[in-house]
């Protein structure tokens, strides 16, 4: 059975990615049918099987949907490695957008922002948003910016609204170097024309205030959503009202 499974023609060479602190996934470099392959391994001890299928959810809809994405060679069980696993044809070229915190040239890194919120717009358009906006989640490969990491991608039937996308984009911003914050308003109007959408100086204010927070969201390294005081107090009705049912019945 285990010869006549696909994923017996896969070659591991070697882990470029260990997620080792939260033991949840494993990121391979290999081969299958001797082609170029980038493995994502799913390894958590209780939840693998739902990571997996999620993450092969998303990623049936972003392809369905026309965004682009490395092909899935082969999604399911692979008996070598006892995991439930992705096969991505591996994307040769520049690489991911990690070298925007590092490349020394102003305008290069601003060129860089903008490809990357092109890209979210598209997705945006499409009712996909990326939750994980490391710049390690997009690639680009002979001129053309790749979506990666289907994992927490949060998928709709329509395209998203406003709000939503500007979260996500101040999301993204927030994980460019702190400079990004000075061509927010230059960001933010690539983005909305993008959407076909005006920015006028309410949604400019809302980008700006979104940023904010989650700079102050991520240097709290509270592990939590920080939802601010109207989520507090939405949290302590719904807890109010379950102490008061309980205390009823
Ligand atoms: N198809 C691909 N072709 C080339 N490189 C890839 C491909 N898929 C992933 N990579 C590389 O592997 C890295 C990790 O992949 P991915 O983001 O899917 O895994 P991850 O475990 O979720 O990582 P992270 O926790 O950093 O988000 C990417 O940043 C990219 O450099
Ligand atoms: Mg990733």
Same mark, same amino acid.
């Not at 939260?22 to 470099?29: A, I």
């Not at 369905?64 to 994307?91: Q, T």
């Not at 700079?215 to 949290?235: D, E, H, I, P």
């Given at each position: 059975?285990?010869?006549?499974?696909?994923? $017996?023609?896969?070659?591991?060479?070697?882990? =470029?990615? /260990?997620?080792?602190? &939260?033991?949840? @996934?494993? *990121?391979?470099?290999?081969?299958?049918?001797?082609?170029?392959?980038?493995?994502?391994?799913?390894?958590?001890?209780?939840?693998?099987?739902?990571?997996?299928?999620?993450?092969?959810?998303?990623?049936?809809?972003?392809?369905?949907?026309?965004?682009?994405?490395?092909?899935?060679?082969?999604?399911?069980?692979?008996?070598?490695?006892?995991?439930?696993?992705?096969?991505?044809?591996?994307? $040769?070229?520049?690489?991911?957008?990690?070298? =925007?915190? /590092?490349?020394?040239? &102003?305008?290069? @890194?601003? *060129?860089?922002?903008?490809?990357?919120?092109?890209?979210?717009?598209?997705?945006?358009?499409?009712?996909?948003?990326?939750?994980?906006?490391?710049?390690?989640?997009?690639?680009?490969?002979?001129?053309?910016?790749?979506?990666?990491?289907?994992?927490?991608?949060?998928?709709?039937?329509?395209?998203?609204?406003?709000?939503?996308?500007?979260?996500?984009?101040?999301?993204?911003?927030?994980?460019?170097?702190?400079?990004?914050?000075?061509?927010?308003?230059?960001?933010?109007?690539?983005?909305?024309?993008?959407?076909?959408?005006?920015?006028?100086?309410?949604?400019?204010?809302?980008?700006?205030?979104?940023?904010?927070?989650?700079?102050?969201?991520?240097?709290?390294?509270?592990?939590?959503?920080?939802?601010?005081?109207?989520?507090?107090?939405?949290?302590?009705?719904?807890?109010?009202?379950?102490?008061?049912?309980?205390?009823?019945?």
């Amino acid at each position: 059975m285990t010869a006549n499974c696909p994923a $017996a023609n896969l070659v591991i060479d070697a882990p =470029i990615k /260990t997620n080792k602190d &939260r033991g949840t @996934r494993v *990121v391979y470099r290999g081969r299958y049918y001797g082609r170029p392959v980038i493995v994502k391994a799913y390894s958590h001890p209780f939840k693998r099987r739902i990571d997996w299928f999620l993450c092969h959810y998303h990623g049936r809809v972003l392809r369905r949907r026309g965004v682009p994405a490395p092909d899935i060679h082969y999604s399911g069980y692979a008996p070598s490695l006892k995991r439930y696993v992705i096969i991505y044809e591996h994307l $040769a070229g520049d690489g991911d957008f990690y070298w =925007i915190r /590092t490349e020394p040239e &102003r305008s290069r @890194r601003l *060129v860089g922002y903008m490809k990357l919120v092109r890209l979210l717009a598209v997705m945006h358009g499409k009712g996909i948003a990326q939750k994980d906006t490391t710049p390690g989640n997009f690639l680009e490969s002979d001129g053309t910016i790749y979506a990666l990491d289907e994992d927490r991608m949060d998928v709709r039937p329509w395209p998203r609204g406003k709000r939503a996308s500007l979260d996500n984009l101040a999301s993204l911003i927030t994980q460019f170097p702190p400079e990004a914050r000075d061509d927010t308003d230059r960001i933010g109007e690539v983005y909305m024309k993008e959407r076909g959408w005006d920015m006028d100086d309410r949604w400019r204010q809302y980008l700006a205030r979104r940023i904010d927070k989650f700079r102050a969201w991520r240097s709290n390294k509270r592990g939590f959503y920080y939802t601010g005081y109207r989520g507090a107090l939405v949290m302590a009705a719904i807890g109010l009202a379950f102490i008061g049912l309980w205390l009823l019945v």
